[in-house]
């Protein structure tokens, strides 16, 4: 059996000019990496459409340990406090990753 | 004068629009939409960089100090408009006054077209000013928001960690947008490359530019047309606004252009252009980043869904008219 | 610390052609907002390689609050009856949304 | 006759099919495939648009009418063969059909490309029929199936709120479709655009067109050989169906060119590539929106990885040889 | 009300170079289907910007019913005990699908 | 000499490289950067075939030749300095070691630019070098990497199942890359297609094609430059090696073209950017599958961080310079 281990799963919903904004926090709390996904839609500031730099979103990803949770959504938080537009999901995930599975053992 | 506007430029514009408004499946891919407009703004810098290589210093000069001039005063007479005659909350009012003092590319280039159809000889500075425009006016539009905050900045001080909210770093952005780097950067290529390799890449960069700028022009025209749903959001007298505006902007370009940089018919054509339309690449992020609170969809709505189509369709055709009688006055 | 609420993430897999309809459908149901991502696949009504507009599919995400749930999911099955390809797929999540972060209380 | 087939964009087509049979990991990026379709409707467009100008009017309306004759009829026939030789269902059936009564963009291109490099004139009515034949056949695919659905029309009447299933709508999706905007559109601009401002944009849409071309080929053939793995879940008769309606598509668009419309071999032999082919543009969207009942991968398959490849590999050099036969015949 | 299913949601993060074998997982696993979506990030293996093939992510997206899921989960750490880079993420999530909602019903 | 390098596709190589290091918020949209690549395998192939079909068979054989020693022994070269000098891990010298046995496409194209500029011929066997070389490289890289693994071996083969891992897949890999696929293409599609045929398409895949090129090299520039964050991750000695293995391979080049080719000065040059440049399409995705223990922030840092870079900017004009001081020996 595969070894799953819990962790939480955020996902940042937000207009792509904060797309630095977000790697950078994620360097400053050094969480193990990141993953974005261009995105449209339509909310209350507005719509979307994806077709300039000026009018796409971004769906951000942050796989965090429990322990860096806390902190991390402090700092969306103060992000958001600005007056940024974001929506933050946040959801328990199971996890595999590379260290899970141990590599020495033969495929079984 | 309506023959003025059956240019392809102007006709696929129209299509888009329409394509949108009837609700049409018509859909324009994502990366293609931002590729024309890298395209766009390399191959207009290109050919003012080539241009400006065999231009006379002095009179660049003078359209760079007319060119910061309009930046920076273009955005505190939108302010003003905002605040006091619309009473319309301090950073909306700066988010959008910051726009409309700086320039929409896609405006220039099909005034460009308009003008080349038409063989209207043009000074190539306007070309300058459109790289330069971008960038005072975003600062304009910093400093208003600022003092409209006042306590506010304390806590964005803090924040500054998070390394884009701090003024300097804003000014930083504000000179390293993209279509900055872009614009700034393919003059620096015309004026430095050899002639011999220049002539290698024009068949790309200008051979088929105007078919290009026409294929944007079709986005642009849905891009448009898919604000129009957000008029009612945004109020009559914004939308009012994005019409007056430009007829301001555009009356105080011709006099700038006219009587202090003593341009042609085309060439004053070309800095109303400029003074009357509002950025819809540069100005957009940076006050995204900079001022939050401001809604997005008021000042995009304004300059795409507003002062685009309305300089496109009527504003170029109209400065253009008034650039032939301001010359006829002269003579 | 921040506050987070409890609501329904509803994704949605379906080909392109069907997003003009769900954007009308999140519209009449006022649900706050999409996003939507291009996406490609395959199941068992064949391949999405995503290389044209007619061979593409879209993940379309709907975050809603319980109360307005039933009767998105409603009307969602009311489109599949029609005959129509999709995966819906339904799950909690916490949401930070900009409301629930006191924009006047400066960051902690 | 091999050597006709030894065009780039046949063998682009052909590289782009082996490459995906042998399970090369060589991707097109979505965004370009989606850009050079748009780019290869309007640049034939506008050169429709710039031919119709000069047209004579009416032989202009005979091509239009043979169009409707052909985009009414030939999904009946479609339709019939499918239901009572392949006793496929009705709705499947429906869905097909539409899309062999419609036409296929890029094998009426490659037609362009293969009569160019033979230097065969041709009128340009096809053209004209080109953008025409997409709508009609749709219609007759919704009516196919509204009549063999029966009681259900009333459930769809219902959901009709949700504004896409109401027949009424569907007509709309019809001509609102974004390709046949995109033709229409364009030819338009050729027929209104001002001669010097289209001069302007032709270098982009017309002088880099069959190149365009080829490139577009390279991911059609990738497309086409990614549905070769569905044929077995289609079945021996439906790919059949795929290489016979085609053929017998072909030999009635050459006698209407022929006989109707009196067209040259050039022209004759368009028409037969508009009958032979089959849409994969206007009419999958329409009819995965109307008949969502109908199994996309049944009619994908039959017109991207069947009708097709068969079309630019086989059916275009067949049919100018039957075209010159025809001629032959007459002289 | 529509009838919900119970379903595992498995979502692996991966260099694009492994969408043909996670595809070809899914098929000998006969997994009703999948769904890609491009993506770009950043971990242990460097930066992906995803300007090129050889620098792009994806995350697939596969929706297996609990007796699939251990075979499938099985099949994807022997991948990574072959040192591939990859995160999946797995959680649970309620399907509606076409043959969940009676075709043959009206439309409530 | 410095004006060799006031070329449109340095210079605008240098602004994406600047843009990127002072932080601009410069986009460059995927899947343009994808299709410029697919555009410029193309273009390259088309005129290697052309050139190609009037060629001579004889010195054709040698260019093949030498092209795959270049490739066979070059991997063997970098592994041995990467292993004993650098005291790197068996199978991350051997992901490394196959990127600089393998070339560069964007590298060898800037040196085309770079001689067409200054007028220099050369010869046009180069071109069908670059094909060959890229895949004996990463044959090298498998069996290099086969060894130094062992044991695991085994375990490859039981999850061979997965279809990937058995060294025969990879070999397949090596072949079906698909940029190895486009350019074998294009040059068969040059070598086959009929002459007239030719000249439709040549607009597209020759007219535009160095001003494309310059589009894509401001892309590699942010590309690069988005490296140099993983420098120090890399470590001091790949970063050298990155600068060092260049020169190596750049001189065993130059003797290879000027002494076993016998080629004038811009041929050898050619060859000299064939040796000294690492892959960075056909090879990292083969050992991103084949050695998935070897970081690829290692190999993709040195070959699109450090090497291209040093190529482009101080590579190319130094070859170049010492291809003619070789010609000035010989004669
Ligand atoms: N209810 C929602 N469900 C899914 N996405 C949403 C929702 N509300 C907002 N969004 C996304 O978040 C972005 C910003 O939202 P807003 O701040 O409301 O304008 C929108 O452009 C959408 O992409
Ligand atoms: N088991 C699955 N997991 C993830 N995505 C799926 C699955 N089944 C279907 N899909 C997606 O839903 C789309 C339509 O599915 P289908 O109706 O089965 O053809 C496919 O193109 C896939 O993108
Ligand atoms: N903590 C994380 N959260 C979200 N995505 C991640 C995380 N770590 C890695 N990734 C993604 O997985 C890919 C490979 O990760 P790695 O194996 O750490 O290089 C990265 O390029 C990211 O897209
Ligand atoms: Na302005
Ligand atoms: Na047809
Ligand atoms: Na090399």
Same mark, same amino acid.
Request: proline share 5%.
């Given at each position: 059996m595969v070894k799953l281990v819990s962790e939480k799963l955020i996902r940042i919903i937000?207009?792509?000019?904060?797309?630095?904004?977000?790697?950078?926090?994620?360097? $400053? $709390?050094?969480?193990?990496?990141?993953?974005?996904?261009?995105? $449209?839609?339509?909310?209350?500031?507005?719509?979307q459409p994806g077709l300039m730099d000026i009018d796409s979103n971004i769906l951000f990803l942050m796989v965090v340990?429990?322990?860096?949770?806390?902190?991390?959504?402090?700092d969306l938080a103060k992000i958001m406090r600005r007056g940024h537009h974001m929506m933050v999901l946040v959801s328990d995930t199971e996890?595999? $990753?590379?260290?899970n599975v141990s590599v020495d053992k033969p495929g079984v | 004068m309506i023959s003025n506007l059956l240019i392809p430029a102007v006709l696929f514009f129209v299509i888009g629009f329409f394509a949108q408004v009837i609700r049409s499946d018509l859909k324009f891919p994502a990366d293609l939409a931002k590729?024309?407009?890298?395209?766009?703004?390399?191959? +207009?810098?290109?050919?003012?960089?080539?241009e400006l290589a065999k231009a006379d210093f002095g009179s660049a000069v003078d359209a760079v100090v007319a060119a910061l001039a309009l930046g920076f005063l273009m955005p505190l007479l939108a302010y003003a408009i905002l605040r006091w005659l619309g009473r319309i909350d301090a950073l909306n009012s700066s988010a959008i006054a910051a726009h409309y003092g700086s320039v929409s590319a896609g405006t220039f280039l099909t005034a460009l077209a308009f003008l080349e159809v038409q063989n209207v000889e043009h000074e190539t500075y306007p070309i300058i000013m459109l790289a330069i425009m971008e960038s005072p006016a975003i600062i304009i539009g910093l400093l208003?928001?600022?003092?409209?905050?006042?306590?506010?900045?304390?806590?964005?001080?803090?924040a500054g960690k998070n390394g884009h909210s701090v003024v300097g770093e804003l000014l930083r952005d504000a000179f390293t947008n993209g279509s900055v780097i872009l614009l700034l950067g393919a003059i620096l290529v015309g004026v430095l490359a050899t002639p011999?390799?220049?002539?290698?890449?024009?068949?790309?960069?200008?051979? +088929?530019?105007?078919?290009?700028?026409?294929?944007?022009?079709?986005?642009?025209g849905m891009e448009?047309?898919?604000?129009?749903?957000?008029?009612?959001?945004?109020? +009559?007298?914004?939308?009012?606004?994005?019409?007056?505006?430009?007829? +301001?902007?555009?009356t105080i370009g011709l006099l700038v252009g006219h009587s202090m940089l003593g341009f042609s018919v085309g060439g004053v054509t070309l800095v109303a252009v400029l003074a009357a339309s509002a950025s819809y690449i540069a100005v957009p992020p940076a006050m995204r980043l900079a001022i939050p609170e401001a809604?997005?969809?008021?000042?995009?709505?304004?300059?795409?869904?507003?002062?685009?189509?309305?300089?496109?369709?009527?504003?170029?055709?109209?400065?253009?008219?008034?650039?032939?009688?301001?010359?006829?006055?002269?003579?």
């Open positions: 937000a207009a792509a000019e904060l797309e630095a904004q977000l790697v950078e926090l994620s360097k $400053r $709390r050094s969480v193990s990496g990141y993953t974005v996904v261009d995105a $449209r839609g339509a909310g209350a500031s507005g719509i340990p429990p322990e860096q949770f806390d902190e991390v959504m402090e996890v595999m $990753r590379r260290k | 590729a024309l407009s890298i395209y766009l703004l390399l191959g +207009i810098g290109l050919h003012g960089g080539m208003l928001a600022k003092f409209s905050r006042g306590p506010q900045v304390q806590n964005d001080n803090d011999a390799s220049l002539k290698k890449v024009m068949p790309f960069y200008d051979g +088929i530019f105007m078919g290009v700028l026409s294929l944007f022009l079709l986005e642009m448009a047309a898919k604000r129009i749903g957000e008029f009612r959001k945004v109020g +009559i007298f914004l939308v009012g606004f994005g019409i007056a505006m430009p007829l +301001i902007g555009g809604n997005p969809s008021f000042y995009l709505t304004l300059s795409l869904g507003v002062t685009f189509p309305f300089n496109v369709i009527f504003g170029i055709p109209l400065y253009y008219e008034m650039a032939q009688w301001l010359a006829g006055q002269a003579a």
